[in-house]
């Protein structure tokens, strides 16, 4: 056997999910258990998350396009988690190198990070789905900043991280995670009043977990355009590393679409059928 991509996830990295889950939110619990639960049955020994940073870890200064997490251990949240206190998450760095070297060579230049610090966007999937402390990849997608990279470009980046998976010695048993929101505004001038967010294009939302529900990576890469993803709201480009994580899971595993109407996020798994 050689080493291969097993399963994958997509959820909303929401802060302030972990504190409702620990003042007793069963909705919110249930839906990522059930995500966690095909992830743990997959057996996987890795996994790579794909995830938009929200100018905490990198700023305008210093904005990379895709980058990728080298050193031992990356720290995190560093921003506001209620109830996850900072700690360390362990990075498998040979791992990593390798498939940074891969994704090199297949055209995709990265940034090396070698003392990474991630925010909710990654600690907050790993908070749900990493109960048995799996050592990890942290690869960022830029999904707030404009130019961002296209629909294309990510698809094919998930592609190219499924062949380089490949190519890791041993048997070794990859889950893909990405995490984030199809339609949002944060601090822009859509807010709903009284609130830090909105949702611009629940439409468009729900029309994202139908196109995930039928595995139509095609048409959800053609319609994200630019334009697009500008009027589905501030962050809405955190789709990105969706569309990244369906071309790494390819069309050997299936979906699972838990989505309600009028959201911003679905909680997602892919499976073998």
């Known amino acids: 056997m050689t080493s291969r991509v097993v399963a994958g996830a997509g959820v909303p990295h929401v802060p302030v999910f972990p504190q409702l889950v620990r003042d007793g939110d069963q909705d919110v619990a249930g839906r990522y258990g059930a995500v966690e639960a095909v992830l743990a049955a997959a057996e996987p020994d890795l996994l790579v998350v794909v995830a938009n940073d929200h100018l905490n870890a990198y700023f305008l200064d ?3 396009t895709f980058a990728i997490s080298l ?3 990356a720290s995190g949240p560093l921003d506001a988690v209620p109830s996850v206190a900072a700690h360390d998450v362990p990075v498998d760095a040979g791992s990593a190198a390798a498939l940074a070297a ?13 003392d990474a610090v991630l925010d909710h966007s990654v600690v907050v999937p790993l908070h749900f789905l990493n109960g048995r402390h799996l050592p990890v990849v942290v690869l960022h997608v ?21 062949q380089a998976v490949s190519t ?7 889950a893909v995670v990405a995490s984030g929101s199809f339609s949002q505004d944060v601090g822009g001038s859509r807010v709903d009043p009284g609130r830090s967010w909105s949702v611009p294009r629940p439409d468009w939302a729900e029309q994202v977990a139908a196109m995930l529900t039928v595995g139509d990576v095609d048409q ?3 319609r994200a355009t630019p334009q697009m993803l500008a009027e589905a709201g501030s962050v809405a480009g955190e789709l990105l590393s969706w569309i990244t994580v369906a071309g790494a899971v390819g069309r050997d595993l299936a979906p699972r679409v838990d989505y309600r109407a009028g959201e911003a996020f679905a909680f997602v798994a892919w499976t073998k059928e």
Not at 147 to 160: F, T
Not at 168 to 174: C, E
Request: hydrophobic residues 40%; glycine residues 10%.
């Open 62 to 64: 210093r904005l990379p």
């Open 142 to 162: 830029n999904g707030l900043v404009a130019p961002l990279p296209s629909a294309r470009r990510c698809h094919e980046l998930g592609c190219a991280l499924r």
């Open 71 to 73: 050193g031992e251990a």
């Open 168 to 174: 890791l010695p041993g048997d070794r048993r990859i």
């Open 102 to 114: 891969r994704l090199v060579d297949a055209g995709f230049d990265l940034t090396l990070c070698r």
């Open 220 to 222: 959800l890469v053609r």
